[in-house]
């Protein structure tokens, strides 16, 4: 059964420092997503991807976020300069076909800032 | 009201019981939604998906109330395996709008 990945699983940085996560996405799909979850908390949406630009994204997603699908199978979130409020699980989504928007996650990515 | 308020719990039910989370939501205007599974440390795994009044799939039921804004998950038969947080899950344009969900401890 098709899959979303994501690398790194865990990813420590420093305060300050630029943080680039990665995604493929489930190979037919058109919609691509990041949402995170701090931990203890909900999840959260922060940005959607259709058609090589972002469609929709949170009050989360500012300035310091950007996304990127750099080639026809990766999908990257980069945060430029991370903050310690920035520490929580990040995951990759994707969705297509005719249920388009039922949304099949990735493993996540462990963001730890120091 | 929350846009998707759910008892976060714990349930804590013994193997082989029924048992009912329930979920309301506040935009009328949402035509589908969802349960997803979240097992500790993991990522949000789709469960079951409503499109109309409800869906049934083996041990699971979910039922859809809409002029109430209610959505139920009814687990049969509870297994051990079950044991999880179950997130009741309602869309919003292009994104997902998550509770923040329902633990369950199924025990022996």
């Known amino acids: 059964e098709p899959e979303v990945t994501q690398t790194p699983s865990h990813q420590v940085t420093q305060m300050g420092q630029e943080v680039i996560l990665r995604c493929v996405p489930i190979?037919?799909?058109?919609?691509f997503y990041w949402y995170r979850q701090i931990l203890g908390q909900k999840v959260e949406f922060l940005v959607s991807f259709y058609n090589n630009e972002i469609s929709e994204k949170s009050e989360i997603f500012d300035d310091q976020f950007s996304v990127e699908r750099p080639d026809g199978s990766n999908f990257t979130l980069k945060i430029r300069s991370t903050k310690l409020e920035d520490s929580a699980m990040y995951f990759c989504?994707?969705?297509?076909?005719?249920?388009?928007?039922?949304?099949?996650f990735g493993p996540g990515t462990r963001l730890t800032v120091l | 009201r929350k846009e998707v308020e759910q008892d976060p719990g714990p349930f804590n039910v013994p193997e082989g019981a029924t048992v009912a989370f329930n979920c309301t939501y506040s935009?009328?205007?949402?035509?589908?939604f969802f349960w997803y599974r979240q097992d500790c440390r993991k990522e949000p795994k789709l469960l079951m998906s409503?499109?109309?009044s409800g869906n049934e799939d083996g041990r699971f039921t979910a039922q859809l109330n809409r002029a109430s804004q209610y959505i139920s998950l009814l687990i049969r038969d509870s297994k051990l395996s079950d044991s999880a947080t179950y997130l009741c899950?309602?869309?919003?344009?292009?994104?997902?709008?998550f509770g923040t969900g329902t633990r369950l401890q199924v025990f022996p």
């Open positions: 409503v499109y109309s």
């Open positions: 190979s037919n799909h058109l919609y």
């Open positions: 989504a994707s969705s297509g076909g005719t249920r388009y928007n039922e949304q099949f």
């Open positions: 935009n009328s205007a949402s035509q589908s």
């Open positions: 899950v309602v869309p919003n344009t292009d994104k997902l709008i």
